[in-house]
């Protein structure tokens, strides 16, 4: 089977349609752009499934390279025969061709090559020959060589067990067979190395779980509990069945006054070779099994939280809140610009509350915010006591809402933030992001390392490579489904644009600064470094809200612009006319569109004339502001408010695999456990939630001398 034919089956997609994709990959074209505008090629393939593709095809073509250098190493040593050639070309997985490779991989000094040294090499050979009559001692005793270093027949005997257990060691079905037992029927344990001391793993001080049931999430609390030496954690191997299997293969070579010497050397070969092998083996596969379910949890709330709807046509007081240092504001006008920024102590040592209500109420009405932003780390509960205050003294509409700070600090001393406020302290930086990311969270956010958004489960045990891989991925996609305007948008968020990279999106940026605001895409071409395969990827992605040319301001791509402007002219209609009041009589028509026919007429394919139709319908459209709005409020809870039965909307802050975070208004977020989200039972509760929803909840269960809150969604 070749590798199309592999992934064709692996993704359940048609095989042409992978030859193709794969040419497109190779040929440089980027997963968004692939999406969206070679539908035709890939069959509609979306991102997800693209993703999956270059992940496989990256390991396929890795498992090919070292199938390659596999057979040359052993046909430089002289030693690949036809069989061995065939099943490490049939291998599957890299680890079959590791284990084949076993034998003849280049090794360190062993015990079994200091026998081999020693001239005992044929002696171990013998005990494995059924045809053997001899007595052990008999046949070692031939190979006393004082001169070599055997000075016993003992001396001989050991020397030649340790080469049969490297044999059995290095034997791929003895490994493959061990292997499969050990998933099967092997636990994972783990005992506390200080049974008194008090640690978050408590649960884990004496616990055993088979291998093969353990969940993701535990795999990385034991791990990161053995790494701060809380935990000891080692693996249970069925040591009795594998020996077994072990036997039924080695004991029917060697002749039966030589048993006792094989069985000895196979437990050997298991306790000392092969078991702390596979132990590493197995640890390693769980470890990146729970990295990988960790990766999917962040980057699925990292999408979600970048996705948020944001909240336009805002004054914003931002208000990063602190205790000793004070908490900092920050105005920011509709559009993200800094109006005003200040400071204030009403928390302890201070205590200036009453200054600090003045001071907002003073803000609130010079620039006539709307809504107050305050951050969720230290001293957010006590500000946002102070919001409820503020909004109950004064008479104007004001709300207030809890927005996620993780990462502001990380922007705040970031070299794109000292290019952007230069003259604030970077403690009053943090305060402005707050306030813009309720605005527009995703062009916020893209300016902090994704890793640093914090919404997840274990993301800092993980490989930081695949972590970062992972999430500008997902930042990637997030970008460029939205669309960025091309004359408001900073460099950090263009270079997220499919076929951009940092210089090409500084040099944007420049561009617009020298010349002033771009009329149409093509003038993208004038940027220094962006070349015409550069223009293709990202023209798609690019607004020009107010261009000469309306499709600008669509995900209609240039390449498309004749077929859509064709489309307008059959049903009656200018281009011009896609901004003007007839937009309403121009969707009515392109409803009605038939798709097949149409396409057909326009020498388009159907996939590229649906998008074309839909994006008509709404020129300029944000896909976000489709989703609910975030919940403001103008009152607070405390947890000594709270009561069991009680009913409450909420926001989710963060989905892991054992349930979901919300923010119901109290210092901390409640917990609804995944058997808690609904009547029907669900494997992972991102089939229930996503970070951001709105939701409903009732109160189970209020600890409030550990800070605990458990809530159910069956209301």
């Not at 393939?45 to 070292?66: C, F, P, S």
């Not at 494995?128 to 001989?156: C, H, M, Y």
């Not at 205590?351 to 107050?372: C, G, H, P, T, Y």
């Not at 058997?675 to 409903?696: F, N, R």
Request: some cysteine; hydrophobic content about 40%.
């Amino acid at each position: 089977m070749n590798h199309t034919e592999q992934l064709a089956k692996e993704l359940n997609w048609p095989q042409s349609k992978i030859v193709r994709t794969i040419e497109l990959l190779d040929e440089g074209n980027t997963i968004p752009f692939i999406a969206r505008y070679r539908k035709e090629m890939t069959g509609e393939m979306d991102e997800t499934v693209l993703r999956q593709l270059v992940d496989r095809l990256g390991y396929i073509r890795n498992l090919a390279k070292r199938k390659e250098e596999v057979i040359n190493s052993i046909k430089e040593q002289e030693k690949l025969t036809p069989e061995l050639e065939k099943a490490i070309n049939a291998a599957q997985i890299l680890q079959e061709v590791e284990d084949l490779y076993l034998p003849y991989r280049p090794k360190r000094k062993t015990r079994a090559s200091v026998a081999k040294e020693k001239g005992l090499e044929p002696l171990a050979l013998l005990f494995l020959d059924n045809k053997t009559q001899e007595e052990p001692r008999q046949l070692a005793e031939g190979f006393i060589n004082p001169e070599l270093g055997v000075a016993s027949i003992e001396e001989a005997i050991q020397g030649a067990q340790d080469i049969v257990a490297e044999i059995v060691a290095d034997d791929a079905e003895i490994r493959k067979t061990v292997r499969n037992l050990v998933w099967m029927e092997g636990l994972i344990s783990s005992k506390a190395v200080d049974p008194k001391a008090v640690t978050p793993y408590e649960m884990y001080y004496e616990y055993q779980e088979p291998i093969k049931k353990i969940p993701p999430h535990r795999i990385l609390a034991v791990n990161r509990g053995e790494k701060e030496k809380a935990l000891q954690v080692k693996i249970l191997q069925p040591d009795e069945k594998i020996v077994e299997k072990m036997n039924e293969k080695y004991l029917g070579q060697g002749a039966k006054e030589c048993q006792f010497i094989l069985t000895e050397a196979i437990k050997d070969s298991l306790k000392r070779l092969i078991a702390p092998a596979i132990e590493r083996e197995i640890r390693n596969e769980l470890t990146t099994t729970g990295e990988e379910q960790a990766i999917k949890v962040f980057a699925k709330n990292l999408h979600n939280l970048l996705l948020q709807s944001p909240v336009k046509g805002k004054v914003v007081l931002g208000v990063d809140p602190g205790f000793r240092t004070g908490c900092k504001l920050a105005v920011v006008d509709e559009t993200g610009k800094v109006l005003e920024i200040s400071v204030m102590y009403p928390h302890p040592p201070q205590n200036k509350r009453k200054e600090a209500l003045e001071l907002m109420a003073s803000l609130v009405k010079k620039w006539k915010a709307d809504i107050i932003a305050i951050g969720n780390g230290t001293a957010s509960r006590e500000s946002e006591f102070l919001a409820a205050d503020l909004v109950k003294e004064l008479v104007i509409p004001l709300q207030y809402i809890i927005v996620s700070e993780a990462g502001a600090s990380v922007y705040s001393a970031s070299k794109l933030a000292k290019e952007e406020f230069p003259e604030y302290d970077l403690s009053l930086r943090s305060a402005v992001s707050i306030a813009r990311r309720l605005q527009d969270p995703l062009a916020e956010l893209v300016k902090i390392e994704p890793k640093a958004v914090g919404v997840g489960q274990y993301q800092h045990d993980v490989a930081p490579k695949r972590l970062d891989e992972s999430l500008t991925g997902v930042v990637e996609s997030c970008v460029n489904s939205v669309g960025v305007e091309v004359n408001t948008a900073s460099s950090a968020l263009l270079q997220y644009v499919a076929g951009l990279t940092k210089s090409t999106a500084d040099g944007i940026v420049k561009f617009r600064e020298e010349i002033g605001k771009l009329t149409k895409r093509e003038q993208l071409l004038k940027v220094p470094r962006l070349g015409q395969k550069a223009f293709v990827q990202c023209a798609g992605f690019i607004r020009i809200a107010d261009g000469i040319n309306p499709l600008d301001n669509t995900s209609v791509h240039p390449e498309s612009y004749e077929a859509a402007e064709k489309l307008l002219v059959l049903l009656g209609f200018s281009l011009k006319e896609l901004n003007s009041d007839k937009i309403k009589e121009i969707r009515t028509e392109l409803s009605k569109v038939d798709i097949k026919q149409m396409a057909d007429t326009l020498s388009v394919g159907e996939p590229t004339l649906k998008d074309i139709v839909e994006a008509l319908q709404k020129p300029g459209r944000d896909p976000r502001e489709e989703l609910p709005p975030p919940l403001f409020r103008t009152d607070i809870l405390t947890m000594e408010d709270l009561k069991p039965g009680m009913e409450l909307q909420g926001t989710v802050r963060n989905v892991v695999d054992f349930g979901a975070f919300v923010d119901i208004g109290v210092k901390q977020d409640g917990l609804v456990h995944i058997s808690q989200l609904g009547e029907k039972y669900i494997k992972h509760p991102m089939e229930i939630v996503a970070v951001g929803d709105i939701v409903k909840v009732k109160v189970l269960e209020v600890d409030v001398n550990r800070g605990r809150v458990s809530l159910t969604m069956r209301v």
